[in-house]
Protein backbone atom coordinates (compact mmCIF):
# COMPACT_ATOMS: atom_id res chain seq x y z
CA UNK A 1 0.00 0.00 0.00
CA UNK A 2 1.16 3.66 -0.93
CA UNK A 3 2.20 5.87 1.67
CA UNK A 4 -0.43 8.42 2.49
CA UNK A 5 0.07 11.68 1.08
CA UNK A 6 0.48 14.86 3.53
CA UNK A 7 0.10 18.20 3.80
CA UNK A 8 1.87 20.38 6.47
CA UNK A 9 -1.26 22.95 8.18
CA UNK A 10 1.31 24.60 10.37
CA UNK A 11 5.09 24.41 11.68
CA UNK A 12 7.30 25.99 14.13
CA UNK A 13 8.81 26.89 17.58
CA UNK A 14 5.71 28.41 19.06
CA UNK A 15 3.31 26.91 20.72
CA UNK A 16 0.88 27.27 23.78
CA UNK A 17 1.04 23.62 24.17
CA UNK A 18 3.48 23.22 26.91
CA UNK A 19 3.92 19.62 27.61
CA UNK A 20 4.94 17.03 24.63
CA UNK A 21 1.74 15.60 22.72
CA UNK A 22 1.04 13.36 19.43
CA UNK A 23 -2.37 14.28 18.63
CA UNK A 24 -4.83 13.12 16.35
CA UNK A 25 -7.98 14.89 15.05
CA UNK A 26 -10.51 12.87 13.02
CA UNK A 27 -13.77 15.63 13.73
CA UNK A 28 -14.34 19.15 13.47
CA UNK A 29 -14.71 19.06 17.48
CA UNK A 30 -11.43 17.17 17.76
CA UNK A 31 -9.82 19.45 15.20
CA UNK A 32 -10.95 22.74 17.05
CA UNK A 33 -9.70 21.72 20.24
CA UNK A 34 -6.82 20.98 19.02
CA UNK A 35 -6.14 24.03 17.17
CA UNK A 36 -7.30 25.79 20.76
CA UNK A 37 -4.74 23.90 22.71
CA UNK A 38 -2.07 24.94 19.98
CA UNK A 39 -3.08 28.26 18.89
CA UNK A 40 -6.12 30.05 21.24
CA UNK A 41 -5.91 33.13 19.68
CA UNK A 42 -5.75 32.19 15.86
CA UNK A 43 -8.34 31.03 13.42
CA UNK A 44 -7.86 27.24 12.74
CA UNK A 45 -6.68 26.27 9.24
CA UNK A 46 -9.65 25.01 7.00
CA UNK A 47 -9.58 21.30 6.65
CA UNK A 48 -11.77 18.94 4.79
CA UNK A 49 -12.53 16.54 7.47
CA UNK A 50 -14.96 14.73 5.17
CA UNK A 51 -11.89 13.28 3.73
CA UNK A 52 -8.84 13.66 5.95
CA UNK A 53 -7.89 14.23 9.25
CA UNK A 54 -5.37 16.17 11.43
CA UNK A 55 -2.09 14.68 13.09
CA UNK A 56 0.54 16.41 14.84
CA UNK A 57 3.10 16.12 17.55
CA UNK A 58 3.91 18.54 19.80
CA UNK A 59 7.86 18.51 21.99
CA UNK A 60 6.76 21.12 25.13
CA UNK A 61 8.63 23.44 25.99
CA UNK A 62 12.35 23.51 25.63
CA UNK A 63 15.07 25.99 27.17
CA UNK A 64 16.83 27.24 23.83
CA UNK A 65 16.71 28.09 20.42
CA UNK A 66 17.55 25.50 17.85
CA UNK A 67 15.37 22.84 18.78
CA UNK A 68 12.43 21.08 16.07
CA UNK A 69 10.14 18.65 14.92
CA UNK A 70 9.50 17.65 11.24
CA UNK A 71 7.12 14.82 10.36
CA UNK A 72 8.85 13.42 7.43
CA UNK A 73 7.11 10.31 6.43
CA UNK A 74 3.57 8.91 6.87
CA UNK A 75 3.22 5.20 6.04
CA UNK A 76 1.10 2.11 6.35
CA UNK A 77 2.33 -0.65 8.67
CA UNK A 78 -0.54 -3.93 8.69
CA UNK A 79 -3.71 -1.72 10.32
CA UNK A 80 -2.09 1.50 11.53
CA UNK A 81 -0.79 4.64 9.99
CA UNK A 82 2.82 5.09 11.26
CA UNK A 83 3.85 8.46 11.26
CA UNK A 84 7.52 8.61 11.45
CA UNK A 85 8.85 12.22 12.57
CA UNK A 86 12.68 13.93 13.45
CA UNK A 87 13.91 15.92 16.23
CA UNK A 88 16.20 18.28 15.89
CA UNK A 89 18.20 19.43 18.66
CA UNK A 90 21.14 21.72 19.82
CA UNK A 91 24.85 20.48 19.01
CA UNK A 92 25.90 20.62 22.53
CA UNK A 93 28.46 23.97 23.48
CA UNK A 94 27.16 25.60 20.85
CA UNK A 95 25.65 28.78 20.85
CA UNK A 96 21.58 29.28 20.68
CA UNK A 97 19.39 32.07 22.02
CA UNK A 98 18.12 31.63 25.63
CA UNK A 99 14.48 31.47 24.58
CA UNK A 100 11.67 29.18 25.36
CA UNK A 101 10.56 27.39 22.44
CA UNK A 102 7.52 24.82 22.01
CA UNK A 103 8.01 23.30 18.79
CA UNK A 104 5.77 21.28 16.58
CA UNK A 105 4.41 20.06 13.30
CA UNK A 106 1.03 19.86 11.83
CA UNK A 107 -0.19 17.67 8.86
CA UNK A 108 -3.15 16.38 7.22
CA UNK A 109 -3.84 12.97 5.51
CA UNK A 110 -6.52 11.28 4.38
CA UNK A 111 -9.28 9.80 6.55
CA UNK A 112 -7.87 6.37 8.37
CA UNK A 113 -10.16 5.00 11.33
CA UNK A 114 -7.89 2.57 12.42
CA UNK A 115 -4.54 3.26 14.78
CA UNK A 116 -2.21 5.76 14.93
CA UNK A 117 1.04 5.11 15.97
CA UNK A 118 4.01 7.84 16.15
CA UNK A 119 7.71 6.88 15.47
CA UNK A 120 10.81 9.16 16.00
CA UNK A 121 13.44 8.49 13.63
CA UNK A 122 16.88 9.75 13.13
CA UNK A 123 17.80 13.47 12.55
CA UNK A 124 20.88 15.22 11.98
CA UNK A 125 22.34 18.01 15.11
CA UNK A 126 21.17 21.38 14.25
CA UNK A 127 24.60 22.80 12.61
Known amino acids: MAAPAFTTIAKGDASEQQTPWQAVARTAAEWQA ?6 PDAKAPAVDLKTRMVVGIFLGVKPSAGYGVEIVNTRMDGEA ?5 AVRQPVPGMMMAQILTEPFHLISVPSFGGPVR ?9 K
Not at 34 to 39: E, I, V
Not at 118 to 126: D, G, L
Open 118 to 126: FVQVSAAAE
Open 81 to 85: LVVEY
Open 34 to 39: LWNAHA
